[in-house]
């Protein structure tokens, strides 16, 4: 097998001569407005066989190992482009998939979402579900070889342009809050979906509320055990939360950039210190990824909160040192409205704080009402 050392300089070679055709990092989730030339670059980047890096050969990946696949994310991250581009596709249900998918599913999907045919959303959160996922009410109540969804999900971003979903229904009203749920794979336009788009204070539509009416959904589309999706959901939002984290793994990028931050500016002793706490502290969060390696665990809502919390910070010094340049349109502001979702999304920061003091620390769970 090629070691880690060659594949690395054989993807820092890649980049550097087909890196200028890529559309700018846009992050996790691809905007709306970047889809065709992101997907046209994932398609370029999967052809030269830096997708799907530690996947399985026979369903289209290169069987290497996630320490490979870290050091394409470094790469891309050094590079300034992004890795792929569909992070819920090779992230969530790839995940789910290799870990809990029949034959037939993994055969129908993996080498599909590798080839960017079929591109992914998640299909968790709801109106009065979203930190606390065992809520959810969309049901998907079993009627033959089908199930039918009827509910709402919210906050689903790249809903629109996504022809797969990946779902948690509850499929057992009666039993106990997290045992009733199940997981599919969802076909994005079944007769009753409508995708509504929402608008956030960016100015921009990333996600959208999607509703389901009678939605007939095969009984084939169950990924994992029936009633069992809880595993499997909570298994996926772990790979996520390692993904979040491992754009740490960039923080060398990231913290030059902040370093920046100050050039051509008379920084006053208060601003100097606070964009000093920044990169030590970014220091601190590179050397613990380098620790933690490339596998999401418990650990990954470490790197989730330290990451979006540092990112959310540096957003707002940023526009404190661009003064009253900050309150115009432009990226300082955009960053500003932009930085609360990082600490939103994939889990809030309050909610990481439980799972590090409960699972990490071993502190007393919290009360429950
Ligand atoms: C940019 C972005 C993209 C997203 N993309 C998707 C997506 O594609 N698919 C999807 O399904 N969802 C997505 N979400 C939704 C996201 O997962 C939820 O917003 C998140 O889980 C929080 O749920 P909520 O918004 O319902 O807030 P709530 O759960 O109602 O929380 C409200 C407040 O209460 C706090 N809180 C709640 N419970 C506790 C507790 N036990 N202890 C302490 N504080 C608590 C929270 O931290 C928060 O401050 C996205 C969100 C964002 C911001």
């Known amino acids: 097998m090629i070691t880690v050392e060659e594949f690395q300089a054989e993807a820092h070679d890649w980049l550097a001569t087909n890196g200028h055709d890529a559309p700018r990092d846009y992050g996790a989730i691809c905007p709306p407005a970047l889809v065709e030339a992101g997907l046209a670059w994932h398609r370029r980047v999967n052809a030269a066989g830096y997708a799907g890096i530690h996947w399985p050969v026979e369903h289209g990946g290169r069987g290497l190992t996630p320490e490979h696949n870290a050091a394409w994310l470094l790469e891309c991250a050094l590079a300034g482009v992004p890795p792929i581009f569909n992070m819920v596709g090779l992230v969530l249900t790839g995940g789910a998939l290799l870990r809990y998918g029949t034959d037939e599913q993994k055969a129908q999907h993996l080498a599909a979402t590798l080839a960017g045919d079929h591109v992914w959303c998640q299909l968790f959160s709801e109106p009065?579900?979203?930190?606390?996922?065992?809520g959810l009410a969309t049901k998907a109540e079993r009627d033959g070889d089908r199930f039918v969804v009827n509910g709402q999900k919210v906050w689903c971003s790249g809903g629109r342009y996504s022809n797969w979903g990946i779902l948690m229904a509850r499929t057992d009203p009666e039993a106990k809050k997290h045992e009733g749920i199940s997981f599919f794979v969802?076909?994005?336009?079944?007769?009753?979906?409508?995708?509504r788009p929402?608008?956030?204070?960016?100015?921009?539509?990333?996600?959208?509320?999607?509703?389901?009416?009678?939605?007939?959904?095969?009984?084939?589309?169950l990924i994992g055990p029936l009633h069992g999706g809880w595993g499997v959901g909570m298994s996926v939002l772990t790979n996520e939360r390692g993904h979040i984290g491992t754009a740490v793994i960039g923080l060398e990028r990231r913290l030059e950039a902040m370093a920046r931050m100050a050039d051509g500016k008379e920084l006053h002793p208060v601003e100097r210190q606070r964009l000093a706490t920044l990169l030590t502290t970014g220091q601190a969060y590179k050397a613990m990824a380098q620790r933690q390696g490339p596998q999401a665990g418990t650990a990954a809502s470490l790197m989730k909160l330290g990451i979006t919390e540092m990112m959310?910070?540096?957003?707002m010094l940023r526009g404190d040192l661009s003064g009253a340049d900050?309150?115009?349109?432009?990226?300082?502001?955009?960053?500003?409205?932009?930085?609360?979702?990082?600490?939103?999304?994939?889990?809030?920061?309050?909610?990481?704080?439980?799972?590090?003091?409960?699972?990490?620390?071993?502190?007393?769970?919290?009360?429950?009402?």
């Open 326 to 369: 900050a309150m115009l349109e432009g990226p300082e502001s955009f960053a500003m409205l932009a930085a609360p979702g990082g600490r939103i999304a994939g889990g809030t920061s309050q909610v990481q704080r439980n799972i590090i003091g409960e699972r990490l620390l071993g502190l007393p769970r919290e009360p429950k009402a």
């Open 128 to 134: 009065g579900a979203g930190s606390d996922l065992g």
């Open 186 to 195: 969802f076909p994005m336009h079944l007769p009753g979906v409508e995708i």
């Open 312 to 315: 959310f910070t540096s957003s």
């Open 198 to 221: 929402l608008k956030q204070m960016t100015g921009e539509a990333e996600f959208d509320e999607v509703f389901f009416t009678d939605v007939q959904l095969p009984a084939d589309h």
